[in-house]
């Protein structure tokens, strides 16, 4: 089966055949003059069409009375009206059949409730028709590789192979000024605005396909859909480096961006959390974000934190490596060969270590020599050449001798020529090479350790996980809990409840009896065992050492007694008698040579669902040691969150102590991220302290607080990552008995998949790919995490599998479900590859019908593929499912189902 095309519907913005621009006029400094004069100034290979009911022609062109009269078919509509009309001139460009708009026009949502109402018009509008929308309130759209000037900006952007988009008009339009003298040249120049329709999704999907965009950049102040923008960010950051400047770090920043732009701006901290689960690198320097995109676009990531570094001067190389060391990374240690090597064609006194000092009199030759053999040892991750005018030194022939290793593989190449008029030449020569220059060695230093983390964060999202405990059956206990705690009218569950929760997810409790009088918790504390921990149990008080509700190695019946009597009247005092329902009785836990750490969850109004880890304790918010992840986790997941807090360091053991076992907790975490994105009722959970020591973890205290039962399941926050589709998993038995169930693909499944590519016969695979593709390329973990990490929303691939005998499971077919990279489509095109052994057994038949089970519940409408004229094999399993087969170019047949058609 093979895969189709299909023009895009954000390719009008950028490469239209025809312009309307709705409000053009001739008045001087109007934005309808400057937007009609910047598209005709700029030819982009169409033709442009003003629209003005009170004018025969702007600037000598004929103008037409509406969109209604155009003589044309128009791919894009440029509106600059006022906006109480704007809703009218979009439903005229809906009815004429434009697919694109970039509204100009202000006036909308940020002025208060009157413009949101304008503004919901304007969207139906544009939905009635299937039409695009860039704005309202922008700037416009640039596209400099095509000529394409729908701005109002004075002058076009250099052509280039940088994207950069960006909520402020203002800030692009300062953006292209600085440019044009910098010479940057851009391959996309978007001003989205409100982003009413149009958003940072959309595009990072349009231009992560674009073949002349190498590298995006965005000025983001509200992420708008956070589920799309993720889900756009995590499939394109593996192929192009996507760099944001995000306002709002601080309080008051977060405010003037939300009174910028009419949305609010979500915490900082999940944003961050955000960004890093979607390989998206956040930089905080505007200078910083087009250097870094230009040097990810020319450069391979590092593999790695460790540089080496030639210079002609020693103070440079201590500047770079004191650079390196803050920002996290390190000096390469070289090889014995390396340096035997260097030192057979290096003068006796240079320096023998990294950073490599091949002094002040080094010519081109010993430059590029000192490159190449550090480039050649594996120790290396990147390389950094250090220049400084000296008497004897020649920067622009040494800068031609460099420009030859201006692309080493796998290994960065940095360089920094010091100095001024004397390097101009050098540094240009570098430049149009292909190697980064930086005025000073410190910067390089730092740009690379940018460069390595960014790396480092793209391959642990894509490490495959270790196979953890299923999860799929969801328990039962907390839906009940859920809904007795809101038939009763709270939205507090008492730590007897939480604690029950927890335990249904596997996640280890201290035994909890709940005891309503002294009696009842001098027989529990009996029953339990001596030494005991007495605390209040109540339903409305959340945190119970603030009110003296925790009383801590009890040795004795009587010690229990006054305990409850102390709890009852410490509540009582503070006027809340009825608050003291009675006390809950455990047994005391050894803490020596454990650690006190937090493990909760919080609801964010963007991202949904977001988890907490870090060191707990009563002085949890003081120390703030913590790490956020947005669920569902995997073990590597949960593992990158726990070696971000600062206690990690103490969990492998210090002073003397064992190591808590980091496996145990990465899947404690693993399913406490299942348990907040299953029950989405869930606004906070608190574990603290989760106690975690060489002889296991346990919770010793938890709180859970539910979203008031007014608020309606639809209105829920949704997380912002669609977690395992575990609905769909069914049993399949083969026709032979084999026990066998069909289920959507893991991370977890790279090694299985693996070996399922080693069954296939050269046959199997031309058949599905129409080209034959090596094993050792099938196999490649580049490819296999494309087709492992699922991203659910856009694709649903499922494996049809069996217990081997090993007890691992062994992958016996794999089909998907992929939805076009766009928003509103309604079709999905399947794909099926049965291993060889397996085949003739049914399993072929079972996997497609799933597929459209699957179909069918996801809404989606028309199942189709493209197959090969010689795979009868396949033509004939689609005949017998309801497929109509279409003859199609080059020996291809189209077939292609409508869901739930007979």
């Given at each position: 089966m093979l895969h189709g095309s299909r023009a895009h519907p954000l390719a009008p913005f950028f490469q239209p055949r025809s312009v309307a621009v709705i409000g053009a006029t001739e008045t001087p400094g109007s934005v309808g003059r400057t937007l009609l004069h910047n598209l005709i100034a700029s030819p982009f290979g169409g033709t442009v069409y003003p629209v003005n009911p009170g004018r025969d022609s702007v600037l000598g062109i004929r103008a037409y009375r509406s969109i209604a009269d155009v003589p044309s078919a128009v791919d894009l509509a440029v509106i600059a009206t006022p906006a109480p009309r704007v809703p009218g001139v979009v439903g005229e460009c809906a009815a004429r059949g434009v697919p694109a708009a970039v509204i100009i026009s202000a006036g909308f949502h940020e002025i208060g409730p009157a413009g949101a109402a304008l503004e919901r018009d304007v969207l139906a509008a544009a939905n009635r028709g299937r039409m695009r929308i860039v704005g309202p309130n922008c700037l416009g759209v640039m596209s400099p590789i095509t000529g394409l000037n729908a701005t109002f900006a004075a002058g076009i952007a250099l052509p280039g192979n940088v994207a950069f988009l960006s909520q402020s008009?203002?800030?692009l339009t300062a953006i292209l000024d600085w440019s044009l003298r910098e010479r940057l040249g851009f391959?996309?120049?978007?001003?989205?605005?409100?982003m009413l329709d149009v958003g940072w999704g959309d595009l990072i999907d349009y231009l992560g396909d674009d073949p002349r965009t190498r590298a995006i950049v965005m000025y983001m102040e509200s992420v708008g859909d956070a589920r799309a923008f993720l889900s756009a960010a995590r499939e394109v950051a593996l192929t192009k480096p996507i760099i944001v400047i995000k306002a709002g770090r601080s309080e008051a920043a977060s405010r003037a961006a939300a009174?910028?732009?009419?949305?609010?701006?979500?915490?900082?901290?999940?944003?961050?959390a955000a960004f890093h689960r979607s390989g998206v690198l956040r930089v905080n320097d505007i200078g910083d974000v087009f250097r870094l995109a230009d040097l990810l676009g020319r450069q391979p990531r590092p593999a790695g934190p460790r540089l080496t570094i030639v210079t002609n001067a020693g103070g440079p190389g201590v500047l770079a490596t004191d650079a390196l060391a803050a920002g996290g990374g390190g000096l390469a240690v070289l090889g014995a060969e390396t340096l035997a090597q260097l030192d057979a064609g290096m003068p006796a006194a240079w320096s023998r270590a990294n950073p490599l000092d091949i002094l002040g009199d080094a010519d081109p030759a010993r430059y590029a020599a000192a490159l190449s053999a550090a480039a050649a040892d594996p120790a290396s991750d990147g390389l950094l050449a250090i220049l400084t005018p000296q008497d004897m030194t020649d920067p622009t022939l040494t800068a031609e001798a460099l420009a030859k290793h201006?692309?080493?593989?796998g290994k960065p190449v940095l360089a920094s020529w010091m100095g001024g008029a004397n390097v101009a030449a050098g540094v240009d020569i570098l430049n149009r090479a292909g190697i980064p220059t930086f005025e000073f060695p410190d910067d390089a230093a730092r740009t690379f350790c940018q460069m390595w983390r960014?790396?480092?964060n793209l391959r642990g999202l894509y490490e495959t996980p270790a196979r953890g405990p299923e999860g799929l059956a969801r328990p039962p206990v907390p839906d009940a809990l859920i809904a007795a705690a809101l038939a009763d009218g709270r939205t507090l569950l008492d730590e007897h409840e939480s604690k029950a929760l927890l335990e249904s997810y596997g996640i280890p409790v201290t035994p909890t009896r709940v005891a309503r009088d002294e009696a009842e918790a001098v027989a529990s504390a009996r029953s339990l065992g001596f030494p005991v921990a007495v605390k209040l149990w109540s339903r409305t008080i959340t945190h119970k050492s603030d009110v003296g509700g925790v009383r801590l190695g009890i040795a004795d019946e009587a010690g229990v007694t006054a305990a409850v009597r102390q709890i009852r009247e410490a509540v009582a005092a503070l006027g809340g008698a009825a608050d003291f329902l009675g006390v809950t009785v455990q047994p005391m836990v050894d803490r020596r040579d454990g650690y006190e750490l937090i493990l909760g969850s919080s609801v964010d109004p963007q991202f949904g669902p977001v988890v907490l880890f870090g060191l707990g304790g009563e002085l949890v918010e003081v120390f703030r040691d913590r790490a956020l992840a947005l669920p569902p986790l995997n073990t590597t997941l949960a593992r990158r969150a726990i070696a971000q807090t600062r206690i990690a360091r103490a969990l492998g053991g210090v002073r003397g102590r064992a190591p808590v076992d980091v496996g145990a907790l990465a899947a404690v975490l693993v399913r406490f991220g299942d348990l907040v994105v299953d029950h989405p009722r869930i606004?906070?959970?608190?574990?603290?302290?989760?106690?975690?020591?060489a002889r296991g973890l346990v919770a010793l205290d938890a709180r859970v607080v539910l979203t008031d039962p007014a608020v309606a399941d639809a209105a829920l926050p949704r997380p912002a990552i669609r977690p395992y589709p575990a609905a769909y998993v069914w049993r399949a038995p083969l026709r032979d008995g084999t026990p066998a169930r069909i289920r959507p693909i893991r991370p977890e499944d790279e090694p299985a998949m693996a070996l399922f590519h080693n069954t296939l016969t050269e046959e199997s695979v031309r058949m599905r790919y129409a080209q034959m593709l090596r094993l050792d390329q099938r196999t490649a973990h580049e490819r296999l995490v494309r087709v492992c990490f699922a991203?659910?929303?856009?694709?649903?691939?499922?494996?049809?599998?069996?217990?081997?005998?090993?007890g691992a499971p062994e992958i016996l077919a794999l089909g998907r479900l992929s939805r076009p990279?766009?928003?509103?489509?309604?079709?999905?095109?399947?794909?099926?590859?049965?291993?060889?052994?397996?085949?003739?057994?049914?399993?072929?038949?079972?996997l497609l019908g799933r597929l459209l089970e699957v179909a069918a519940h996801e809404a989606i409408g028309l199942v189709h593929a493209e197959i090969l004229e010689a795979n009868l094999r396949m033509q004939r399993l689609c005949a017998r499912l309801g497929f109509r087969l279409l003859p199609a170019e080059g020996g291809v047949i189209r077939a292609e189902r409508l869901v739930g058609a007979d």
């Amino acid at each position: 089966m093979l895969h189709g095309s299909r023009a895009h519907p954000l390719a009008p913005f950028f490469q239209p055949r025809s312009v309307a621009v709705i409000g053009a006029t001739e008045t001087p400094g109007s934005v309808g003059r400057t937007l009609l004069h910047n598209l005709i100034a700029s030819p982009f290979g169409g033709t442009v069409y003003p629209v003005n009911p009170g004018r025969d022609s702007v600037l000598g062109i004929r103008a037409y009375r509406s969109i209604a009269d155009v003589p044309s078919a128009v791919d894009l509509a440029v509106i600059a009206t006022p906006a109480p009309r704007v809703p009218g001139v979009v439903g005229e460009c809906a009815a004429r059949g434009v697919p694109a708009a970039v509204i100009i026009s202000a006036g909308f949502h940020e002025i208060g409730p009157a413009g949101a109402a304008l503004e919901r018009d304007v969207l139906a509008a544009a939905n009635r028709g299937r039409m695009r929308i860039v704005g309202p309130n922008c700037l416009g759209v640039m596209s400099p590789i095509t000529g394409l000037n729908a701005t109002f900006a004075a002058g076009i952007a250099l052509p280039g192979n940088v994207a950069f988009l960006s909520q402020s008009g203002a800030l692009l339009t300062a953006i292209l000024d600085w440019s044009l003298r910098e010479r940057l040249g851009f391959s996309a120049f978007v001003s989205l605005g409100a982003m009413l329709d149009v958003g940072w999704g959309d595009l990072i999907d349009y231009l992560g396909d674009d073949p002349r965009t190498r590298a995006i950049v965005m000025y983001m102040e509200s992420v708008g859909d956070a589920r799309a923008f993720l889900s756009a960010a995590r499939e394109v950051a593996l192929t192009k480096p996507i760099i944001v400047i995000k306002a709002g770090r601080s309080e008051a920043a977060s405010r003037a961006a939300a009174s910028h732009t009419g949305a609010l701006t979500g915490s900082d901290e999940v944003l961050d959390a955000a960004f890093h689960r979607s390989g998206v690198l956040r930089v905080n320097d505007i200078g910083d974000v087009f250097r870094l995109a230009d040097l990810l676009g020319r450069q391979p990531r590092p593999a790695g934190p460790r540089l080496t570094i030639v210079t002609n001067a020693g103070g440079p190389g201590v500047l770079a490596t004191d650079a390196l060391a803050a920002g996290g990374g390190g000096l390469a240690v070289l090889g014995a060969e390396t340096l035997a090597q260097l030192d057979a064609g290096m003068p006796a006194a240079w320096s023998r270590a990294n950073p490599l000092d091949i002094l002040g009199d080094a010519d081109p030759a010993r430059y590029a020599a000192a490159l190449s053999a550090a480039a050649a040892d594996p120790a290396s991750d990147g390389l950094l050449a250090i220049l400084t005018p000296q008497d004897m030194t020649d920067p622009t022939l040494t800068a031609e001798a460099l420009a030859k290793h201006a692309h080493i593989q796998g290994k960065p190449v940095l360089a920094s020529w010091m100095g001024g008029a004397n390097v101009a030449a050098g540094v240009d020569i570098l430049n149009r090479a292909g190697i980064p220059t930086f005025e000073f060695p410190d910067d390089a230093a730092r740009t690379f350790c940018q460069m390595w983390r960014y790396a480092e964060n793209l391959r642990g999202l894509y490490e495959t996980p270790a196979r953890g405990p299923e999860g799929l059956a969801r328990p039962p206990v907390p839906d009940a809990l859920i809904a007795a705690a809101l038939a009763d009218g709270r939205t507090l569950l008492d730590e007897h409840e939480s604690k029950a929760l927890l335990e249904s997810y596997g996640i280890p409790v201290t035994p909890t009896r709940v005891a309503r009088d002294e009696a009842e918790a001098v027989a529990s504390a009996r029953s339990l065992g001596f030494p005991v921990a007495v605390k209040l149990w109540s339903r409305t008080i959340t945190h119970k050492s603030d009110v003296g509700g925790v009383r801590l190695g009890i040795a004795d019946e009587a010690g229990v007694t006054a305990a409850v009597r102390q709890i009852r009247e410490a509540v009582a005092a503070l006027g809340g008698a009825a608050d003291f329902l009675g006390v809950t009785v455990q047994p005391m836990v050894d803490r020596r040579d454990g650690y006190e750490l937090i493990l909760g969850s919080s609801v964010d109004p963007q991202f949904g669902p977001v988890v907490l880890f870090g060191l707990g304790g009563e002085l949890v918010e003081v120390f703030r040691d913590r790490a956020l992840a947005l669920p569902p986790l995997n073990t590597t997941l949960a593992r990158r969150a726990i070696a971000q807090t600062r206690i990690a360091r103490a969990l492998g053991g210090v002073r003397g102590r064992a190591p808590v076992d980091v496996g145990a907790l990465a899947a404690v975490l693993v399913r406490f991220g299942d348990l907040v994105v299953d029950h989405p009722r869930i606004r906070e959970i608190d574990v603290n302290p989760l106690l975690a020591s060489a002889r296991g973890l346990v919770a010793l205290d938890a709180r859970v607080v539910l979203t008031d039962p007014a608020v309606a399941d639809a209105a829920l926050p949704r997380p912002a990552i669609r977690p395992y589709p575990a609905a769909y998993v069914w049993r399949a038995p083969l026709r032979d008995g084999t026990p066998a169930r069909i289920r959507p693909i893991r991370p977890e499944d790279e090694p299985a998949m693996a070996l399922f590519h080693n069954t296939l016969t050269e046959e199997s695979v031309r058949m599905r790919y129409a080209q034959m593709l090596r094993l050792d390329q099938r196999t490649a973990h580049e490819r296999l995490v494309r087709v492992c990490f699922a991203d659910y929303d856009r694709e649903m691939p499922l494996v049809v599998e069996r217990e081997s005998s090993g007890g691992a499971p062994e992958i016996l077919a794999l089909g998907r479900l992929s939805r076009p990279r766009i928003r509103g489509a309604s079709d999905a095109e399947f794909s099926l590859l049965v291993a060889d052994p397996w085949q003739g057994k049914g399993i072929g038949g079972q996997l497609l019908g799933r597929l459209l089970e699957v179909a069918a519940h996801e809404a989606i409408g028309l199942v189709h593929a493209e197959i090969l004229e010689a795979n009868l094999r396949m033509q004939r399993l689609c005949a017998r499912l309801g497929f109509r087969l279409l003859p199609a170019e080059g020996g291809v047949i189209r077939a292609e189902r409508l869901v739930g058609a007979d």
